[in-house]
């Protein structure tokens, strides 16, 4: 299958800007208001702490392209209606008696008129923005010709807000198209979701799509119009009027979920940087220069997210040479110094690729990236390979405290570390990626058998 190019989505850092555009006011107006309080920092603490809680809970911040206004203002009223109560709890719980109530409902109220301003203005503002310039859009197709399949193209060149571009519809009943002409014109045209009406397709046509979706970083949706489908684990989702199902969750994608995990990966990458590699790189620069020459740091180019390449900083374990970027080190392998083996047996020679999780090239916990030409050979000869591309790559993850990390000696090591990175994909949890990181912390202190 041939490789893909992913192409960057900057929605995805709207709802975090607004996540943090929300806490500023929150906090902010708590301090310009004269409350009469004995410890500032608790009370900031505990309405930033139960605001994030509350929104988490009502999923205030998880408003759709196609999602309508009367979805936003039921998410302000749920939000508020709990923080309200929080904010009064707060006297009672930490004896705060001299705080005036009027003075908290004033404060209530402005927080909920700033924030009630700007989520419906910023709501208003986008359906203008995919109305007028088109800008923000998904390239979309349609495979399948039915009374559903014509409302659902109807609701998206109406539908201008929702933001996405219908470019082709294909049939395949009565053979005017095949699948791979659809393929073709999904590579070509650099379609970014597929919408199939699945009553019009057998069960090879569902396996070839799913898999061309999976193996090409494609999103795709079903019309469900088929009751076999609905034996499959699978998300509801309405445009309008009408349902669309999802094949696979990803919770990473959530605005929420992605922010935490990215303020979790730099906050753990800074403590690492400035407490672990400020004092350990010019040691380990010392022992690797007396004992070969060549630069400190080794760079070798790997896929990450959506497939864009990007430079993996290591440790240089190995003496120069040409195969570098071409060839896994292998058991016993003769390019590899004395500290060298030292450093890999210990996994120190990783270290550095904390600052790749600092730039946001990598996270702390993920599929771990492969080199450029591997990328290309087992994404076409590994199934469903790609689909490791839709998140950052980790410095580790599931796969490689499960027993698959180093050298891919049989098809069988890239096949189960495939299936282990999807299950991390469709499965994450920052309670997942903690005990991930204390296994690869246990797993290195008593070495691994294929750390070499």
Known sequence: MQLIKGRGRYSRFIKPVFYVIDLTIVNLTAFLLPIDLKNRILFFGYITLFWMLIALRNQFYEVYRYSKVTLVLSLLFRQFSIF???LYAFIGFFKEFNISRLLLAEYCLIVFFLIAVIKLLAYFLLIKYRRKSRGNHRRVIVIGKNKKTDQLIE????????????????????????????????IQNEIDEIYCSVSELTNKNL??????????????????????????????????YLPILSLRDIPLEGSINSFI??????????????????????LIAILIRLESKGPIFFRQYRNGI???????????????NKAANLEQAKKGDARITRIGKFIRKTSIDELPQFFNVFYGHMSVVGPRPHMVVHTEKYSRNV?????????????????????????????????????????????????LDLKIIVQTVLNALKGEEKAY
């Not at 990215?262 to 400035?274: G, H, K, N, T, Y």
């Not at 290591?314 to 003496?319: E, G, L, P, V």
């Open 155 to 186: 609701i998206f060149n109406s539908r201008l807000e929702f933001g996405y571009e219908f470019k082709q519809q294909f049939s395949l009943a009565d053979d005017s198209y095949s699948l791979t002409d659809c393929f073709n014109y999904v």
């Open 383 to 431: 199934d469903k390979y790609m689909v490791r591309h839709f998140v950052r790559p980790g410095i580790t993850g599931l796969a490689q405290v499960k027993g698959y990390r180093g050298e891919i000696e049989a098809e069988s090591d890239i096949i189960n570390r495939v299936k282990f990175d999807i299950f991390y994909i469709e499965n994450w949890t920052l309670f």
């Open 306 to 320: 959506n497939s864009k390449e990007f430079a993996c900083y290591k440790f240089r374990s190995m003496a120069m």
């Open 84 to 86: 309200f109560l929080i």
């Open 207 to 240: 396996e070839d799509i799913i898999n061309f979706a999976d193996n090409n970083l494609r999103i795709i949706k079903f019309l469900p119009d088929n009751r076999h489908i609905y034996t499959k684990r699978l998300k509801f989702e309405y445009y309008d």
């Open 261 to 282: 995990k990215r303020a979790f990966d730099i906050l753990f990458s800074s403590l690492i940087i400035v407490f672990v590699l400020s004092w350990l790189t010019p």
